[in-house]
């Protein structure tokens, strides 16, 4: 059983302790909220004098042994709980966490679904006291379906207790925090003055990249290019919302060729851009295509010409033909893509070392920063009374 007093809604608990007849095992920083009230031994017992509470009016709960409420956040729940400067934030921590050694990630694993073209990517980390695993379903055979070719559900743990505190669809998590990690790359890749944004692919992650970039420099006109003329006309309409001017472009050459932040965010087999277009100065956050060996977006001269920064050596050592082609083509070395965001924040790596150097980040996707935002979302679902729980061990 559990009484708390009508003060303490919305408040966490920050200690766990017996009091005479009564246990408390609710979790430490979990929120005290109405939702908890529960019937006991057939009485209600919301609103009621309670002995040992010295006159004072109670809530009184139940909960069976070995069991906690579990969350659930629906993709639209979740839409209005993410803050896009707070992600930026905890993505840059959770890189700076890793590279101190104190942030986990699991790095590269993944098991292919007999018989399909289908991989199953299990993606765990843990940073500032939270875990869990992003089950991410990459099925190349849903193009052209109603199903998405991605697919995710994002399981948070409870470090105090080990038992499970929520689940959150994958979708919009994700979005953020791939975005967010292309604004962490941007704040110290490039130029400081850097204000044309190239987009190639006008997806969802079009309009998180947007929101991302205008966080971290002066963007004042986007240029956007899709294989889909449809898809870039509904992101412009959605710009344009923004205030943001956008042009779109009939080829991807014309976006690479004024941009000063390039952002590539389509599921690639073969390369859309080519190295020869590269300006000097430019950036390129390169996010688009799967963790996958025979995957990329870019040729093998645009990785040639550019100071690559990964979010994680390991990952892409296993996981990006943006960078694993050149390599077995011999245009480049290991050494070319060593150096990690997270050494880069922490300044055991350089940022941008001139003004014409040509800068791009790769990333494939870590749960470190699945972990890190949804440890964000749960803290505003929580505030603000949005989700459902539900009990597992009931």
Known sequence: MVVFGYDLFGKPLTRLEPARNYVFPQGV??????????????????????PHCRGHKALLCWVPEGSLDVLVLTRSELANLVNMDEVIEAIERAHAAMADGVGVD?????????STSSL????????EGAAGVKVLMDKPDNVGSQWPTQQSTIVLVNTATGGLEALLDGAAITRYRTAAASAV??????????SVLGLVGAGALATTHL???????????????????????????????????????????????????????????TPVVLGRWFRPGLHVNAVGAPPRSDYREIDTEGIKRSRVVVDSFQMVCKKSGDLLIPLSEAAISQSHFSDELGHVITGRAAGRVSEGEITLYKSVGLGIQDIAAARLVLAAARK?????????GS
């Not at 699991?106 to 007999?114: D, F, N, V, W």
């Not at 790359?185 to 850097?194: D, F, G, I, V």
């Not at 970039?213 to 004042?220: A, D, K, N």
């Open 29 to 50: 920083g979990y929120a005290v909220t109405s939702r908890n009230r529960a019937t006991v031994r057939g009485h209600g017992l919301n609103n009621t004098r309670l």
């Open 106 to 114: 699991l790095g590269p694993a993944s098991i292919a679904i007999p």
């Open 120 to 127: 199953l990517f299990p993606m765990a980390g843990a940073v």
């Open 185 to 194: 790359a941007t704040r110290y890749l490039a130029r400081e003055n850097a």
């Open 211 to 269: 929101m991302a970039m205008r966080s971290v420099r002066p963007i004042t006109k986007v240029v956007v290019w899709s294989r889909n003329p449809e898809t870039s006309a509904k992101f412009a309409a959605k710009a344009a919302e923004m205030s943001v001017p956008i042009e779109v472009a009939s080829t991807c050459e014309q976006v690479v060729s004024v941009a000063d932040i390039l952002c590539t965010l389509t599921p690639s087999q």
């Open 384 to 392: 603000r009374n949005v989700g459902t729980e539900i009990m597992l």
